[in-house]
């Protein structure tokens, strides 16, 4: 394990250590919605209760002020962002590359969702942000519960009967496991677009597998206990300040403490783009969704949370977490994936696409050394996703 990689591992524990005593403080960032109209474009901002109580920040471009479209008819898509990310990650590029401009400048009405626990939904109604009652959850109930509840919402304000869906990393996760849960959701989407989709890492290459793969991977380890339900990698003044010097030092550093998840080198990522996106991330997870995907590593499986046989046959009437069943999705899905991805691989991606039987489309992008972040930095995003996935999504609607 190289410096850069022990740098940001004491930033995680030190990180941990802190979560509870000192907060980010959200009126000095630039939130998406300001984002949004500082480059020209009407945003909004919503929230939304799930059933749990969760307060959930739904940021909108309801229309493109370069169309001036917003009497015509416009088709909503829902863009959901992955892990330790938030709705920020479909902007950073800007107007030109961002999917989000990119789709209200093709005639969309653009929502952009943030998951329970990142920085735009850290509340619950009937939970304190600082018991760890709050973060007792993964992205199963993300899934289960955070995107079926926007979906509603935005179906509910738009008057549609369904929308269209993209979202990257842990995006494609919670999209998979909504849609095997809760079938029903399968009619509410249009059309879904899984950007470097993670169902299964058995051959996950990143460093983050490896070293921490073994420590909690597998249910009731000392490691287990002591970070569950608790915020992982939050964002707040002592882990900005670790980021902040790491990228005064070097840019080297700061760029490497980002890709090194992704681990597949920096080819290419936008610079600039990655700065904007440091101003809002590490976005704010529960550390049970880190904990969840080490599991589904060591498992080689696509399945719930493991809590151990005991818990397991309580919550689940069975010794290990039942696997979501793939062959439940109908909705029609486009999966876009890439060589050089070290967290969900191109094999694991084989894997996804055998279980998922009623699948549209695989598509790779051709680029080689295109990683699992270059879906939201790239400089070439534009020609290599986000272009595909407008005609796609186009292909859907009668415009
Ligand atoms: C790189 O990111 C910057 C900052 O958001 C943006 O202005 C620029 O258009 C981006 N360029 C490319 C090619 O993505």
Redesign the pocket.
């Known amino acids: 394990m190289g410096p850069i990689a022990y740098a940001l591992l004491f930033s995680l524990v030190a990180g941990l250590a802190v979560a509870e005593k000192s907060d980010y403080c959200l009126s000095e960032i630039v939130k998406s919605d300001e984002r949004i109209r500082s480059h020209g474009y009407p945003a909004e901002t919503h929230e939304v209760v799930t059933e749990d109580g969760y307060v959930l920040t739904l940021f909108r471009i309801p229309y493109s002020h370069k169309l001036k479209n917003q009497d015509k008819k416009r088709p909503p898509v829902l863009l959901q962002h992955g892990l330790f990310s938030n709705s920020d990650c479909f902007l950073?590029?800007?107007?030109?590359?961002?999917l989000a401009y990119l789709l209200a400048d093709a005639g969309y009405d653009v929502w952009l969702g943030n998951a329970r626990g990142n920085i735009y939904s850290r509340q619950n109604n009937l939970i304190s942000l600082n018991s760890h009652k709050f973060w007792h959850f993964s992205w199963h109930e993300i899934g289960t519960i955070d995107i079926a509840t926007m979906i509603d919402y935005i179906l509910d304000v738009t008057q549609f009967a369904s929308l269209q869906y993209a979202g990257h990393s842990q995006g494609t996760t919670v999209y998979l496991v909504l849609l095997t849960e809760r079938p029903e959701y399968n009619k509410k989407i249009k059309s879904g677009h899984l950007l470097a989709p993670c169902a299964f890492f058995e051959h996950g290459r990143s460093f983050v597998f490896r070293t921490l793969g073994s420590l909690v991977g597998e249910p009731g380890g000392i490691w287990n206990q002591l970070m569950v339900d608790t915020e992982l990698i939050p964002h707040n003044n002592l882990v900005n300040r670790v980021v902040d010097n790491g990228c005064h030092m070097s840019d080297t550093i700061c760029n490497n403490a980002f890709i090194m998840f992704a681990n597949g080198g920096y080819e290419n990522a936008?610079?600039?783009?990655m700065?904007?996106l440091i101003e809002t991330h590490p976005g704010g997870s529960s550390s049970n969704q880190g904990i969840h995907f080490l599991q589904l590593y060591k498992s080689h499986e696509f399945r719930q949370y493991d809590w151990g046989t005991k818990k397991n046959n309580e919550l689940y009437g069975q010794d290990t977490p039942p696997v979501y069943d793939l062959s439940k999705i109908t909705a029609p899905t486009h999966l876009y994936s890439s060589t050089n991805d070290a967290l969900c691989g191109p094999e694991d991606v084989d894997t996804l696409v055998r279980e998922f039987t009623h699948l549209v489309e695989d598509y790779r992008v051709p680029v080689q050394s295109f990683n699992h972040l270059d879906f939201i930095?790239?400089?070439?995003?534009?020609q290599e996703v986000n272009d595909p996935i407008i005609k796609r999504m186009n292909s859907y609607e009668d415009f």
């Open positions: 950073c590029s800007g107007p030109d590359n961002s936008n610079a600039s783009s700065s904007v930095i790239a400089r070439n995003m534009k």
